[in-house]
Nanobody, 115 residues
């Protein structure tokens, strides 16, 4: 059974930066497509950024140019570098691992952007 553990969330001022991490165990990490999702209060969960097993990346329009997703297959860890944070980036951020019909989620980490 896969386990995904996010870390790195917190409170940051507008314009600041955070780096989220997601440590994965229980699966062959390098085979999985990975993604960061977020869910703000009263809103649906949305894809923020994704990275395939071939390191191809995609981003939501709202974070393009500000966020960067990366992975370290040796460390079985997914990252999300978030720069120029805005109040509207406030949400719980979730890590996802997907391969075919299999999909696993982490417990989430809170990111709050506020002055």
């Amino acid at each position: 059974q896969a386990q995904l553990v996010e870390s790195g969330g917190g409170l940051v001022q507008p314009g600041g930066s955070l780096r989220l991490s997601c440590e994965v165990s229980g699966v062959v990490f390098g085979l999985y497509h990975m993604g960061w999702y977020r869910q703000a209060p009263g809103k649906q969960r949305e894809l923020v950024a994704g990275i395939t097993s071939f390191d191809s990346t995609n981003y939501a329009d709202s974070v393009q140019g500000r966020f960067a997703i990366s992975r370290d297959n040796a460390k079985k860890t997914l990252y999300l570098q978030m720069n120029s944070l805005k109040p509207e980036d406030t949400a719980v951020y979730y890590c996802n691992a997907a391969l075919g019909p299999r999909s696993f989620w982490g417990q989430g980490t809170q990111v709050t952007v506020s002055s």
